[in-house]
């Protein structure tokens, strides 16, 4: 799915500021996002359908709050491809990621997911490396090695990651994950190239109207999570339960949807693909670091190797850009 056309899109000037500016958005939503492989495994009870139903429910509905202040501009600035456009990058961008992400971590856990998902820095600077103003493949190749290194590390210091799921639910686990993969991917790139070529439209501005576009598509998933009995639940859930069950995903809609949204289309604007691509990496880093404080123990050394190499490869892709 192509989204908005680069042949006409406004190339900006990235100074080193901008990369500096740039490379901080890019850290802070990676660190909003790392939350989200959080909330499935907090609320297992829950189907994949009801977590990214109440999400995006709640995402719309704060979005639209915080846009009616100044809707009218923001109407009369909206044209009808904007809209389309703002579905087409809801749907794979918010509504199918979550959904292979909540189903990902419950079937196959937390850390083969987020490792997943992680490769997100290497798709998406494949995929916009043919953008003018990126650097060629040849000089990133070492800190696209590292990002993969990383990974690598993380999967042979977990040869138990198999010991809560069946051979066959973690397979799917696994195959939902990389539909997340290739989901964020599609997009990243679509979504970075439709901001460049529609500057009218500021960071904030487009995470409100692609929240609001988000809610209005989630509508379709509320209906039978919440009306088809076993939708949301397998059996009956207390009130406290239902009262935790909104309230993370309350938090997962304001922190990772609204402001992580927002931080991320500014980081979008000021950095080229091949390197806002490889910020994506942190919000691996974080979902990691919120899984060892979630089951309070301390990082395995292959761990910290791996989050070094991630890292690391970020650094060095930034210093090669600026």
């Known amino acids: 799915m192509a989204v908005g056309d680069t042949s006409s899109a406004t190339h900006l000037a990235h100074t080193p500021r901008d990369h500096l500016t740039g490379v901080g958005y890019g850290v802070a939503a990676g660190a909003l996002w790392g939350v989200i492989f959080l909330a499935p495994k907090m609320l297992p009870q829950f189907s994949p359908l009801a977590l990214s139903a109440a999400r995006y429910v709640l995402y719309g509905v704060l979005s639209l709050v915080l846009a009616l202040p100044v809707w009218r501009t923001l109407w009369r600035k909206t044209t009808r491809r904007d809209w389309a456009a703002l579905l087409l990058l809801s749907l794979p961008g918010n509504i199918l990621y979550y959904l292979c992400v909540a189903g990902g971590v419950q079937r196959a856990g937390v850390a083969p997911v987020s490792l997943i998902v992680g490769l997100l820095p290497v798709t998406v600077t494949l995929a916009g490396a043919a953008e003018r103003g990126s650097l060629p493949l040849r000089r990133l190749a070492l800190p696209l090695l590292m990002a993969v290194g990383g990974v690598v590390c993380i999967y042979l210091d977990a040869p138990d990651m198999h010991a809560d799921a069946g051979g066959r639910t973690y397979f799917i686990g696994l195959l939902m994950a990389a539909g997340a993969l290739a989901c964020w991917t599609v997009y990243a790139v679509c979504n970075a190239r439709y901001l460049r070529a529609h500057p009218q439209f500021t960071s904030r501005e487009w995470s409100l ?30 009130a ?58 301390w990082p395995h050394g292959l761990e910290v190797v791996a989050a070094v190499l991630l890292m690391g490869g970020v650094a060095l892709a930034a210093r090669r850009h600026g």
């Open 209 to 238: 109207l692609t929240g609001v576009a988000t809610g209005a598509l989630s509508l379709a998933l509320a209906v039978p999570a919440f009306s088809v009995p076993g939708m949301a639940t397998a059996s009956a859930q207390p």
């Open 240 to 297: 406290s339960a239902w009262a935790m069950f909104w309230l993370v995903n309350a938090g997962v809609a304001l922190g990772a949807s609204v402001l992580g949204n927002s931080l991320w289309n500014a980081a979008s604007r000021k950095l080229p693909l091949t390197l806002s691509g490889q910020l994506i990496v942190f919000e691996t880093v974080f979902a990691l670091v919120y899984g060892f404080v979630y089951e309070a123990r």
